[in-house]
Nanobody, 126 residues
Framework: QVQLVESGGGLVQPGGSLRLSCAASRFSLDSTAIGWFRQAPGKEREGVSC??????????ADSVKGRFTISRGNANAKNTMYLQMNSLKPEDTAVYYC?????????????????WGQGTQVTVSS
C-alpha cells in the first residue's frame, strides 16, 4: 500500500523555522509532481507549494513566497520531499499535508493529487 508520511511539525515561535519531511513508501517520487498543502481550523485546505515532474518548475502560494522552499531529496533520499519554512507567522499554523501526483506533468496548488499523507501539525505561537 502506497504511503506518504510527514514529519517535522511542532511548536515554534514567530520568526522561527521548521523543516517538514515527507517520506514515500512503496512508491517512487522520482517522476511525480509533489506538493504541500495545509489546513487551518475552520478553513479550507490550501495549496502551499509544489514541484512539477515535467520540468521541475516550482510554485508557491503568495502567502509563503520568499519564506518557504520546497525540494526533493537528493540521490540518497529519492523518496523524500521537504518543505523548509522560515520566518514563520502565527497565520502559518495549520496541519500540513504532503501529496503526490502521478505522471510527468505540471503541478498545481488546487488539489487533485493521487496520494496524501496523514498530516503534521505546525503551530506558530509565542
Amino acid at each position: 500500500q502506497v504511503q506518504l508520511v510527514e514529519s517535522g511539525g511542532g511548536l515554534v515561535q514567530p520568526g522561527g523555522s521548521l523543516r517538514l519531511s515527507c517520506a514515500a513508501s512503496r512508491f517512487s517520487l522520482d517522476s511525480t509532481a509533489i506538493g504541500w498543502f495545509r489546513q487551518a481550523p475552520g478553513k479550507e485546505r490550501e495549496g502551499v507549494s509544489c514541484i512539477s515532474s515535467s520540468d521541475g518548475s516550482t510554485y508557491y502560494a503568495d502567502s509563503v513566497k520568499g519564506r518557504f522552499t520546497i525540494s526533493r531529496g537528493n540521490a540518497n533520499a529519492k523518496n523524500t520531499m521537504y518543505l523548509q519554512m522560515n520566518s514563520l507567522k502565527p497565520e502559518d499554523t495549520a496541519v500540513y499535508y504532503c501529496a503526490a501526483l502521478r505522471g510527468l506533468r505540471r503541478c498545481v496548488l488546487s488539489g487533485g493529487y493521487d496520494y496524501w499523507g496523514q498530516g503534521t501539525q505546525v503551530t506558530v505561537s509565542s
